[in-house]
């Protein structure tokens, strides 16, 4: 039998699931208020077949409303970006076909005058408890339904709408739930972009699945997520690399009583969970020796959800991300599509599960080539060892031909971020007549450091083989970065 799609909200009982500001908002208080807005999209309809509503607003009472609203009525959910752009938020309507989008009153300015051009009705969630009738029934939605799009992050290409069915959902979450141990006694902050699955799935849906409690912030706040942790507030933790980065930083930034109340809550927390991007062994081994905490490095991208995952019981390794979650099948595959059968060889990750999305919304193109015999291709290349994955990079970009060589951005990235005066390092290849690709590096320095060229590659010898170390160097005030905190690679292309 199917197992009822987020149980504790239809549960509905007084435990808190939302803290949002001063606020808190029970499951029973939770629950009715999605209803309501259910039926306020619905006026009277009986389903919204598949019609693409845009929620867009950051995490808190609205977004959680409008989304859970959307799915309930029948539609498919457009969760986007709360900084977009007016020709970004354009593009997604677009190509999304929007035909009404829930703003939070923030997102409203933004928003007016793209709606008026597309004649897309903007609408608030107030406007839409408001609106509902008493006894609107709800339709029954198939769980083979289409329940979101999510745009990919498009740190390689222009975003694509991923469309993910309710079964997915319940897939990924399941999933994560059992391998993380969630449980309705878990209490979990969330001020990640709420437009990627790391929000999305693993921080608000795992929680609001099992019945926890999620502390909703519009944006991350280092110093009073700080203040929080060490007062006990959470359980489980779970950020982005460059989150920990700005924690770390903090952390050491504190005197010495406040620091140790903090590392003591982070401590104290039975998970903290590092993803989306590679979390360097640096940050990874700092973390342990601030707060005790064994970061947990888990692997996935918006087509599959989560697919690899350090273990929770057993030994988490740094610089890798785990091994491959139960209900899930990867596979790397060579050149020729063929299965690598030695480990030690680097191939594409591939992924089969109940997970994985259905396509690219409106791209037969675009989702045709993203399968290959029922695989999909992730486009990351990994080596395994003793069953654990070691992401080399992206074959796109974070492979390096050279000289005959394939090199992993990735693992240089690692070894520079060891130089002392380098903060944060990014590795990209750039087209040579003699070597096809050479290797070349954009690093921000730390406070009144200095690093040049001959310096990097004196300091790089020994410590890499020679056909590995940069040849190309470029000092940047920032890395340019996506809303993720990942690094936009093509953006570096034109800058080196
Ligand atoms: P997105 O679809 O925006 O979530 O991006 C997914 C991509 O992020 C993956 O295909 C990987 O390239 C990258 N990624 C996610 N998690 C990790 C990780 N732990 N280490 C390295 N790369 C990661």
């Not at 509503?53 to 409303?65: E, K, N, R, S, W």
């Not at 329940?147 to 069915?165: Q, R």
């Not at 130089?419 to 390092?425: L, S, V």
Request: charged share 25%.
């Amino acid at each position: 039998m199917a197992i009822e799609a987020f149980p504790a909200l239809h549960e509905a009982n007084d435990r808190v699931a939302l803290i949002d500001g001063e606020s808190s908002w029970s499951y029973r208080e939770l629950n009715a208020r999605i209803d309501r807005c259910a039926a306020g999209l619905l006026n009277g309809k009986n389903d919204l077949h598949e019609e693409r509503v845009a929620v867009f607003a950051p995490a808190g009472l609205d977004y959680v409303t409008a989304l859970h609203g959307v799915w309930r009525a029948g539609g498919i959910a457009v969760p986007l970006n709360v900084g977009a752009t007016a020709p970004e938020i354009e593009y997604y309507f677009r190509k999304a076909g929007v035909t009404r989008v829930i703003a939070s009153r923030q997102q409203l300015v933004a928003t007016d005058p793209v709606c008026r051009r597309l004649g897309v009705e903007l609408l608030e969630v107030n406007d839409l408890l408001g609106a509902s009738r008493q006894q609107q029934p709800l339709p029954a939605v198939e769980r083979s339904r289409p329940a979101m799009i999510v745009y990919t992050s498009g740190t390689t290409s222009k975003p694509k709408g991923a469309v993910i069915t309710h079964k997915a959902i319940h897939t990924q979450v399941i999933t994560l739930i059992k391998a993380w141990r969630w449980t309705r006694k878990d209490s979990i902050p969330l001020f990640l972009p709420l437009h990627h699955l790391h929000g999305i799935i693993n921080v608000l849906s795992c929680a609001l699945w099992c019945g926890a409690t999620v502390h909703a912030s519009p944006k991350l706040d280092v110093a009073r997520l700080c203040e929080q942790a060490g007062s006990g507030a959470f359980s489980v933790f779970m950020a982005v690399p460059t989150v920990y980065v700005k924690l770390i930083e903090h952390i050491e930034s504190l005197a010495a009583p406040q620091r140790k109340a903090v590392c003591r809550g982070f401590g104290r927390m039975r998970l903290n969970v590092s993803g989306s991007a590679a979390c360097p062994v640096r940050v990874f081994e700092r973390w342990k020796q601030l707060t005790g905490q064994t970061l947990l490095e888990r692997y996935g991208a918006t087509e599959t959800g989560m697919t690899i995952s350090n273990p929770y019981d057993g030994e988490r390794r740094a610089g890798f991300v785990g091994q491959v979650l139960p209900g899930v099948r990867a596979q790397l595959f060579d050149d020729n599509h063929r299965p690598v059968r030695n480990d030690a060889t680097p191939g594409e990750i591939r992924i089969r599960s109940d997970g994985v999305f259905q396509g690219y919304w409106d791209d037969e193109r675009a989702s045709r080539a993203s399968f290959h015999d029922g695989w999909f291709r992730t486009g990351d290349i990994a080596v395994v060892e003793d069953g654990y994955y070691r992401i080399l990079g992206r074959s796109s970009i974070d492979i390096i031909k050279s000289g005959g060589y394939k090199l992993s951005a990735l693992e240089i990235e690692g070894v520079l971020l060891d130089h002392e005066a380098i903060g944060e390092a990014a590795v990209i290849g750039l087209p040579d007549d003699t070597w096809g690709e050479v290797v070349a590096a954009a690093v921000t320095l730390k406070d009144g450091a200095s690093l040049d060229l001959a310096g990097l590659k004196h300091w790089c010898a020994g410590r890499m083989s020679a056909y590995k170390i940069p040849k190309r160097l470029k000092v940047l005030n920032d890395l340019p970065r996506n809303a993720m905190g990942k690094v936009v690679k093509p953006a570096l292309r034109d800058l080196l």
